[in-house]
C-alpha cells in the first residue's frame, strides 16, 4: 500500500513570495490533516477535511494560507505572502473514519523562507 | 497553546538507562496515541491507548493512559541508540480531532 506522498520535499523562498505544497493521501482515506511542525515541537494542527468540506481551520492564519481539497482526495496548502515565521515543516495526514484512528503521515515538506 | 504538554522536552542519556516521559493535559480524551518521529519523516504510530488505567507493552516500551484519561506515561527500559528520535503524544476527541503535544526529544548515547 502507497503511503502518504508530499512535494516539494524542500523549498526555499523569499519572504513575500508565494508557495504552494502538495499531498496525495493513502486511497479510501476519508479525513486529511495539514499540519505545521516547528524544529523539534509537536505538530500544530492548521486544517482538517471530511472528504472535501472542511472540520477544522480555526488555527489556519487565513489572511496568508488557504487550503483545497478538491474531490475529496489530494490537497494543496498554499501561503500567500510567505513570512519568515513561516519556516517550518509542512505536514500532511490522511486516516480512515473509524475509532482510534491511526494517523499516517507523508514525509513533510521542509520551507525555508529568507 | 497546546493541550498536551510533554516533559522533559529534551533527554540524552546513555545506552542501558531506562527513562520516562510524560503528557499531561487538563482536558479528557477518548483515546491518547504515542508516536515516534525521525529526522526528514513524519511520525509513526507507536501505540494506543484507549481505557483509563490501560497499560500496554510494546517489547521495551510500555505506555499507560491515566485513570481519568487526561494523562499519559512512556517508560523505555533498557535504552538503545535506535529508540532516538522525537517522541510524541496525541489525545483524540470526537474519533478524529488529534491534539499533539509539545514533544519530547530523546538521544541515546552509545
Known amino acids: 500500500e502507497a503511503g502518504v506522498a508530499q512535494s516539494p520535499r524542500y523549498k526555499i523562498i523569499e519572504k513575500r513570495q508565494s508557495v504552494a505544497f502538495w499531498c496525495n493521501p493513502i486511497?479510501?482515506?476519508?479525513?486529511l490533516y495539514w499540519y505545521q511542525q516547528i524544529l523539534g515541537q509537536g505538530p500544530k494542527l492548521l486544517i482538517q477535511?471530511?472528504?472535501?468540506?472542511?472540520?477544522?481551520d480555526s488555527q489556519l492564519p487565513k489572511d496568508r494560507f488557504s487550503a483545497e481539497r478538491l474531490k475529496g482526495v489530494d490537497s494543496t496548502l498554499k501561503i500567500q505572502p510567505a513570512k519568515l515565521e513561516d519556516s517550518a515543516v509542512y505536514l500532511c495526514?490522511?486516516?480512515?473514519?473509524?475509532?482510534?484512528?491511526?494517523?499516517?503521515f507523508g514525509p513533510g515538506t521542509r520551507l525555508t523562507v529568507l | 497553546t497546546q493541550l498536551l504538554e510533554q516533559s522533559p522536552q529534551f533527554l540524552s542519556i546513555q545506552e542501558g538507562e531506562n527513562l520516562t516521559v510524560y503528557c499531561n493535559s487538563s482536558s479528557v480524551f477518548s483515546s491518547l496515541q504515542w508516536y515516534r518521529q525521525e529526522p526528514g519523516e513524519g511520525p509513526v504510530l507507536l501505540v494506543t491507548v484507549v481505557t483509563g488505567g490501560e497499560v500496554k507493552k510494546l517489547k521495551r516500551l510500555t505506555f499507560q493512559f491515566g485513570d481519568a484519561r487526561k494523562d499519559s506515561s512512556l517508560h523505555i527500559t533498557a535504552a538503545q541508540p535506535g529508540d532516538t528520535g522525537l517522541y510524541l503524544c496525541?489525545?483524540?476527541?470526537?474519533?478524529?480531532?488529534?491534539?499533539f503535544g509539545t514533544g519530547t526529544s530523546l538521544t541515546v548515547i552509545p
Open positions: 496525541a489525545g483524540v476527541k470526537n474519533g478524529n480531532q488529534f491534539y
Open positions: 495526514a490522511s486516516s480512515l473514519n473509524s475509532p482510534y484512528n491511526e494517523q499516517f
Open positions: 486511497s479510501g482515506h476519508a479525513t
Open positions: 477535511f471530511q472528504n472535501n468540506g472542511v472540520v477544522d
